[in-house]
């Protein structure tokens, strides 16, 4: 029978994920007293992906209810962290977590991807219908500002963020959180500091706004205030794995790898993730401690053997490491189990064919080594660049000198701008006795790279704009995915749009340049910057069609 009568709620679809079938008739039966028909059921996992996949197009879900603990490798907190970062369902899809309040104050800290809510079980309908309605609420009073958020007008969400908090509304610990994430984004850390600042007036030790403050103080410059604020925040919880998880990132980015290291082995012992043991890993190979690196992606391999979060570059990462330490055979063997599963995976599988050539050529099976090397070559040409390294590595043990040279003068060349890459590609030539030759093949190549970007930034300044275009054309058919030669293409076809008026072409081209660089720098200030700026030159065009 329905006990509540509410349209809202009632009209919407819903999706249980529970292991238990009993808990799941429940969860049913109290949707059906809110009105709510339309409700698709999982047990695990695996079965939520799929239901998630079969979504028409038209009716997606607008409510997940799933259990903290499904019984299987993947728990909630997991598969809530693998649907929002793949973006499997709409940003506006309400996610409730169902935990035990026992356990609560361990799922909480837990959340690197925060759900919308949590349920602590018991509940009732009442509960259930309560929890939407101050959802929805809340999402109606802080839209105005998120739209402005989605379309990249930073300024203008701030601006309404602020009307919202001067108004003294009810969501304005909310607003708060959201106006230092833009004011984040746009580099303006001072005025973050300010925000997160008035947030813990008005309440006191949230640690959202501790460690916002603290992550300002860090952007701002201020590194020693910063580490100073982070201890005391751990000091006072010590559970919230944000804080050791934030001070690893203050000493990486000091070069203090051991201290890094330490921070994160504190925040895997309080919430294990693979996440975690990954980050403990990868410190740890760039400290040379084979050993750490060994055990934790040994640990993020077995854990997420069965899982729905499995990745094969973890499996990558293990077998390249077996091979730098002399464990060839470990090194075939840590593949096998992901080898066939992620036969599409372009980049695991160039990975995999050079450890291949490197262990069967440490082997004495130099038949099998070339024709390996030749199969991790061909894919190479389509992989990612971070994985074309280990192509390159492949070349220089089996003493294919020139094509090792030219793989990595290639990915440098498309990703000039990526530090990390550039690390990585120094220590691949390190590692192969090679190391003279950095300066020909990588810093040359940075150099040239951004030669290229400033000589047609130059130019665009200049007013010479079709000659800038021209250059700057010729490097994007080049180096499609470099974000440095991405930036600078836009910024040139946006100086022509905002100069010549709108030219449906070039706004296209805008607009295509802009959605690469979401996708492979999404978030950063230079994106946000440009595409806020392309939309205010499509209103302006829009209004001075009108008139």
Known sequence: MVIIQNSRVSKLKALLIDDMSGMRANLRAQLHQLGIQDVAQAASATEALKAIAQQPAGRPFDLVLCDYNLGGSTNGQQLLEHVRSKKLLLPATVWFMVTAESSYDYVATASDYAPDDYLIKPFTATNLESRLMRHFERQDALEPAIKRMSVGDLEGAIAQFSK?????????????????????????????????????????????????FARALRDAGETEKAVTAVVAISAANPTLVGAYELLAEIHQARGEDAQALDALHKAESIVPSAKRSRAVAETAVRMGNMETATAAYAKVVASTRTSVTKNPYDNAALAQIYMDTGAPDKALEALKPVQREFANETGFQAIAAAVEARAYGETGDEEAAAAALERALELAKNADPEATLAVSKACFALGKD????????????????????????????????????????????????????????????KAQLAEAQAIIAEAIAGLPNNVGVLVAAAQINLLFISQNGLDIEVATRVREYLARLDALAHGTERVVKMSAFFNELLLKARAEAVT
Request: net charge positive; hydrophobic share 45%.
């Open 402 to 461: 020139a094509e090792g040279e030219r793989i990595i003068t290639n990915a440098v060349r498309a990703n000039h701008e990526d530090a990390r890459l550039i690390a990585a590609a120094k220590k691949v030539l390190k590692d192969a006795g090679r190391e003279e030759i950095a300066g020909r093949i990588v810093d040359a190549q940075v150099q040239e790279m951004l030669a290229l970007t400033e000589r047609a930034l130059g130019l665009a300044k």
């Open 164 to 212: 919202l908090t001067e108004a003294g509304s009810k969501f304005t610990m909310d607003a708060l959180r959201l106006k230092a994430r833009c004011l984040t984004s746009l580099n303006r850390h001072d005025e973050a500091k300010a925000v997160f600042a008035q947030a813990l007036s008005i309440r006191q030790g949230v640690p959202w706004a501790e460690l916002g």
